[in-house]
């Protein structure tokens, strides 16, 4: 499913709750409430960071498949996501080193015509 949610603050709150239904509906594969939870976690955070970076509106693409699930977040900025180190001293930042924590496989893919994609892979079996 692919969802276009505009440059507002209230677009993560949005986006969870557009991610819960696609993960929790009837056509989607069975996951745990865990993986739902660690799902809308990395959503959050890229869709977040999306809207703070972008100078627009952003795209939000989830797929699932019998083994994985795939979180992807597309905005017009060129500006590359840092994983900073996870320390006790910062009161913000810490939300790509989480993401790249609990997924699988994190990457980032910048478009020709300017912008990136940020994709998170997470396991559910």
Do not use: W
């Given at each position: 499913?692919?969802?276009?949610?505009?440059g507002k603050d209230t677009s993560p709150g949005r986006a969870r709750h557009l991610a819960f239904e696609f993960l929790t509906g009837s056509t989607a594969p069975a996951v745990t409430a865990k993986?739902?939870?660690t799902a809308l976690l990395i959503v959050?955070?890229?869709v977040t960071n999306a809207i703070r970076h972008g100078s627009s509106h952003c795209l939000l693409r989830l797929?699932?498949?019998p083994t994985s699930m795939t979180i992807e977040v597309h905005d017009d900025s060129q500006c590359l996501p840092v994983i900073k180190r996870l320390t006790a001293d910062e009161a913000s930042g810490r939300g790509m080193a989480l993401v790249n924590l609990l997924a699988q496989q994190l990457d980032v893919t910048c478009d020709r015509a300017g912008?990136?994609?940020v994709?998170?892979?997470l396991a559910t079996t």
């Amino acid at each position: 499913m692919e969802y276009t949610l505009s440059g507002k603050d209230t677009s993560p709150g949005r986006a969870r709750h557009l991610a819960f239904e696609f993960l929790t509906g009837s056509t989607a594969p069975a996951v745990t409430a865990k993986q739902v939870d660690t799902a809308l976690l990395i959503v959050s955070e890229l869709v977040t960071n999306a809207i703070r970076h972008g100078s627009s509106h952003c795209l939000l693409r989830l797929a699932t498949a019998p083994t994985s699930m795939t979180i992807e977040v597309h905005d017009d900025s060129q500006c590359l996501p840092v994983i900073k180190r996870l320390t006790a001293d910062e009161a913000s930042g810490r939300g790509m080193a989480l993401v790249n924590l609990l997924a699988q496989q994190l990457d980032v893919t910048c478009d020709r015509a300017g912008g990136k994609t940020v994709r998170a892979v997470l396991a559910t079996t």
